[in-house]
Each structure stands twice: as C-alpha cells, then as structure tokens.
C-alpha cells in the first residue's frame, strides 16, 4: 500500500498545536466583535476573473493561483487572498455601509514553501467597505496592532505608506518609469524588462540589485496630492494618538494592485528579516467598482496565521494549552458511571473526559495525566474519590451526588 502524506506546501494540524490555532482565532473574533464586525463567510472559490480583478500584473495572478476548469466548463480559482471575495460579495448582496466584516480562511498560492509559508494558508482579515474617513484606516489598524499586544507579542513593527489614488499616481508612476529606465542595467532579470508594466513592483522586490535602485527613487509621500496628502497626514496624527508607533516606508506598496492611499504591513523582528511579514493590508477604494459595483471606498488586512504563531514561538508567548480537559473520570467498574458523570460535568460547562476499552486503573491514571487534567475522579468499587493530579494530591471520598458541585468548587479555588 501506498504511504499517503499531506501534499507538498500543506500540513496537519494537531493538538494541542491546533488549540492555539483556535484560542487565537477566538481571540481575534473577539476583539473585532466588540468594533462592529460581523463574520462573513465566503466560497474557497471564485469565478478566477474575481481575483484577476487584484492585479494582472501580479505575481499572485500570473503565477500563484491555482486556477482550473470544473465539470461544467466554468474556469475556476482556488482562493489566494480574502479581500476579494468579500468585495464580490458585498457587491452581490449590497448591505448597508459602512459594511463592517470579518473573516477567518483558507487561502492557496502556489509557492516555494518556507518556514510559516504554505501553499495552502490561513489569514484573518477585516474589511470596511462605504467609508473614506481616514480615522476607518486608523481603527482597522488599530486592530491588528491589539490582536498582536493580546497574545503577547511585543516584537512587532509598523511600517506605513500612502500610494496615493488615481489622481496623483499617474505621475508618479511616470517618475518612477523615468528614474528605472536611467538605471535599466543595474536592475534584476525580472524587472529589467518590465519596467513600464508596473514600476511599482520594482519598489516591492527583495533582490539587493533592485532594492540599491530604489533607494533614491522618488516617493510618493512627497507627490500626493491635496486629497490623499490631507488623508495620509489625518491617519499618521490619529495612529499618534493612540500610541501606536509606525515607521513611513516608501517603498511599501504590497504585492496587490488594488491598493489606493493607506497601505500598511506589520513586521515581527524576532523572524528572520526576509521573511518576517506578518499581516497588512490597506485601502482599495477601486475594487467593489471593477467588480461590478457602484464606487465605494475600502480598506482592510489580512493576517497569516502560521507566521503569527511563528512570531509567538520567535518570542516565547502565546503556547499551546496545557490541558485540554479539567477533569479525568476513572472508572474500573464497568464504564456506567464513566458514561454517566462526564456526561453531568459536561452538561454542566466542565470539561471532562474519560479511558474507554476498560482499561486497568493504573492505564486510565496513565490517560488523565496525559490529558493535563486538573482533577481525577475515580470510580471504584470501594466508592468514589476526587484528587488533584498537578500536586499529586490524596485522594478523598465524595459523594455520587454532589459530584458536579464538589468539582466546581475545586476548579474555582484552584484559579
């Protein structure tokens, strides 16, 4: 028989890893609850002219997306971003503005795998839609920077640019095009000869070559116009005043095309630094419109997380769980009162678990320490007893009905 493994860029995810994966997940639905947000829930697949719509001349689009033709002759495309298919579906749907949304997904890009990097990986995202009030762009960053203090990363930094809109940005471009054709030669294969389809990406590559060039390339911090410059200067002063520190890069423009005005990306510095990302996003105020509906501004991000969890290992903070259970019920007498109590504890908000297969009392004590449980209730024929398993306590006796209270009082005391 074949040896089946989890493709290449994949992987499984077990307990208790996969708890953290749910505790950050929680903490994240959380937070975003209490701002307004309400989870939307998305295909894993789209009609692949949605995610065209994120930039033809980008990597994601010419060489990452899985992309194929399904049983009814409909070209199809796995996933690779979030914002794109909640746009499609606020098009769609048309719901009030400003439409304020959550999301926790999958997503797939064909890759070269690395350390937090899968071909098929997980974000959490939000997005606004109906609202061009830089103080949205400063309350959605404001978000991702609390999620990251939550869990305890304190290694975290900000960098921020504008990219201006449809306004200002054609001379930019036209600048940009003019200072790389100078410096044509010194630029990397890739872009060598793609300078004119979109400069922008030259600002994005990591290649020493093309990051050399660009550092004196003109910025477009300094080209805004009197739109985005007003907008650019509201979301700096209100990020100030919250007390979230942020770094302007200039050469931040992300790997999407969409993006207009706000664009932001966090770096964790406890990472390697060529692959430290750990979340960005900002405005698409184009997007909903070149999907079909009527113009309406948008901002968002989407944070990766394995390489959240990645940053958490980086800085020790945020583990797995200790325990999945609270209480182990052992039971040597058949399996009835087993069945019976965890069912009772369970019912009763305390997490419980119990050995199956009637194993011998020493095999099931071997099973509630594997747990992590904090307490033991044992089931015997001499009568029931209650201990501690963290201190190793003595056993004492208790009684069958006060079983739920008795570990409700014990959990308590010991938080």
């Known amino acids: 028989m074949p040896e089946y493994r989890a493709p290449v860029g994949t992987r499984d995810v077990l307990p208790p890893e996969s708890a953290r994966w749910a505790g950050l997940v929680a903490r994240f639905a959380t937070q975003v609850g209490r701002a307004g947000y309400g989870l939307v829930v998305s295909p894993m697949f789209e009609d692949v002219e949605v995610f065209g719509r994120v930039g033809e001349t980008t990597d994601v689009v010419r060489k990452e997306m899985y992309d194929f033709e399904d049983k009814g002759g409909r070209r199809i495309a796995l996933r690779p971003e979030g914002t794109a298919s ?25 890759e070269r795998p690395q350390a937090g990097r899968y071909r098929q990986h997980h974000q959490l995202g939000v997005e606004v839609l109906g609202s061009e009030d830089a103080d949205i762009d400063v309350e959605v960053i404001a978000l991702a920077d609390g999620l990251f203090r939550e869990i305890g990363l304190t290694q975290v930094d900000l960098h921020l640019n504008s990219l201006g809109d449809d306004r200002c940005r054609p001379a930019y471009r036209e600048a940009l095009i003019e200072w790389f054709t100078a410096r044509r030669g010194d630029l990397c294969d890739e872009h060598r000869e793609r300078i004119a389809e979109n400069p922008l990406r030259i600002l994005d590559c990591k290649r020493p070559e093309c990051r050399a060039v660009s550092e004196g390339a003109p910025r477009m911090v300094d080209m805004l116009c009197e739109d985005c410059a007003p907008h650019f200067a509201r979301v700096r002063a209100g990020l100030d005043a919250l007390g979230i520190a942020y770094t302007v890069d200039p050469r931040l423009v992300r790997g999407l095309d969409y993006y207009t005005r706000t664009t932001f990306e966090f770096a964790a510095a406890a990472l390697e630094s060529s692959q430290n990302g750990i979340g960005g996003g900002g405005r698409y105020d184009g997007l909903a419109e070149a999907l079909g509906g009527d113009p309406t501004p948008g901002i968002g991000f989407g944070l990766g997380v394995e390489r959240i969890l990645l940053a958490c290992d980086a800085e020790g903070v945020f583990g797995a769980p200790d325990a999945a259970v609270d209480v182990f019920v052992i039971d040597t007498t ?44 044992s089931v015997e024929a001499e009568g029931i007893t209650i201990r501690t398993l963290r201190e190793k306590g003595q056993a004492e006796p208790v009684d069958r009905a006060d079983i739920v209270e008795h570990v409700r009082k014990r959990l308590a005391a010991a938080d």
Request: aromatic share 12%; hydrophobic share 50%.
């Open 334 to 377: 058949g399996g009835d009162a087993a069945l019976a109590i965890t069912h009772e504890l369970r019912a009763a908000g305390v997490a419980a678990d119990r050995a199956f297969d009637n194993r011998s009392w020493k095999a099931q004590l071997k099973a509630a320490q594997r747990a992590g449980a904090a307490l033991a209730i």
């Open 86 to 110: 909640l746009v499609r579906a606020f098009v769609q749907h048309r719901p009030p503005t400003p439409f304020k949304a959550w999301y926790a997904a999958p997503s797939f890009r064909y």
